[in-house]
Nanobody, 114 residues
Framework: QVQFVESGGALVQAGGSLKLSCTIS????????IGWYRQVLGQQREFVAR???????LYVNTVKDRFTISRDDARNTVFLQMNALRPEDTAMYYC????????WGKGTQVTVSS
C-alpha cells in the first residue's frame, strides 16, 4: 500500500518562505515521478510541480521561479521549497505519484496572509 505523509505547512505572511516535505512508502521511490498538488476548499485539486528520477522538473506557470521541488531518494522524501509566497498560494498541499494514481494523504495546510 502506497502512503504519503506531508508536513511543513504553516501560516506565513506574503513574501515569506516555507519548505514542505513528503515521505512516501510502499513503492519504488527512486524510479517514480513524484508530484506536488494543491487544493483550495471547494475547488479542484491542481498540479503544482513534479520531479522525475533524472531529476527533471516541471512547474505550473504560477509557481515557476518561486518554488523548487527536490528529492532525497535515500530518505524516500520529496521537498517543495516555496519562496515569495502569495495569498493565492493558500491551499492544502499534497504529494502523489505523477500523474497521480494512489489514494491521497492528509496533506499539509499552507496559509499565506496578505
Amino acid at each position: 500500500q502506497v502512503q504519503f505523509v506531508e508536513s511543513g505547512g504553516a501560516l506565513v505572511q506574503a513574501g515569506g518562505s516555507l519548505k514542505l516535505s513528503c515521505t512516501i512508502s510502499g513503492t519504488s521511490f527512486s524510479s517514480e515521478n513524484i508530484g506536488w498538488y494543491r487544493q483550495v476548499l471547494g475547488q479542484q485539486r491542481e498540479f503544482v510541480a513534479r520531479i522525475g528520477p533524472g531529476p527533471s522538473t516541471l512547474y505550473v506557470n504560477t509557481v515557476k521561479d518561486r518554488f523548487t521541488i527536490s528529492r532525497d531518494d535515500a530518505r524516500n522524501t520529496v521537498f517543495l521549497q516555496m519562496n515569495a509566497l502569495r495569498p493565492e498560494d493558500t491551499a492544502m498541499y499534497y504529494c502523489n505519484i505523477y500523474p497521480f494514481k494512489y489514494s491521497w494523504g492528509k496533506g499539509t495546510q499552507v496559509t499565506v496572509s496578505s
